[in-house]
């Protein structure tokens, strides 16, 4: 059975940074592309940004991000740790949110912005930024 699980959130101030992970039991992570999601009070569940797998797309560690953390974000691997982490900087209040990291079911799918692309979720991390 797979299981994912973000950890790292936390309150801090604006400006600061925070560091999130990714960890997941009955798959090697590293293999496969990995997204992080987010959603604040009120508001859809939006993209943040997608890292490519050891298999398939992107792999050797290509990522994208969504235009308003491009910059300021950047998702990396740790494969030692077995961990896709989300490292944020610069953070704004309007970062505020749960932050969800997900992985496709297949093997070197180019999992990307569309949710339904993920089968495994993570219970999501609160992520709050103070003015």
């Known amino acids: 059975q797979v299981r994912v699980v973000e950890s790292g959130g936390g309150l801090v101030q604006a400006g600061d940074s925070l560091r999130l992970s990714c960890a997941a039991s009955?798959?090697?992570?590293?293999?496969?592309?990995t997204g992080w999601f987010r959603q604040a009070p009120g508001k859809e569940r939006e993209f943040v940004g997608a890292?490519?797998?050891?298999?398939?797309?992107?792999?050797?560690?290509?990522?994208y991000y969504e235009d308003s953390v491009k910059g300021r974000f950047t998702i990396s691997r740790d494969n030692a740790k077995n961990t896709v982490d989300l490292e944020m900087n610069s953070l704004k209040p309007e970062d505020t949110a749960v932050y969800y990291c997900?992985?496709?079911?297949?093997?070197?799918?180019?999992?990307?912005?569309?949710?339904?692309?993920?089968?495994?979720w993570g219970q999501g991390t609160q992520v709050t930024v103070s003015s």
């Open positions: 890292i490519g797998g050891t298999i398939g797309w992107g792999r050797g560690g290509t990522a």
């Open positions: 997900a992985v496709p079911k297949t093997l070197g799918f180019a999992a990307g912005r569309d949710q339904n692309d993920y089968a495994y």
């Open positions: 009955g798959l090697t992570i590293s293999l496969y592309s």
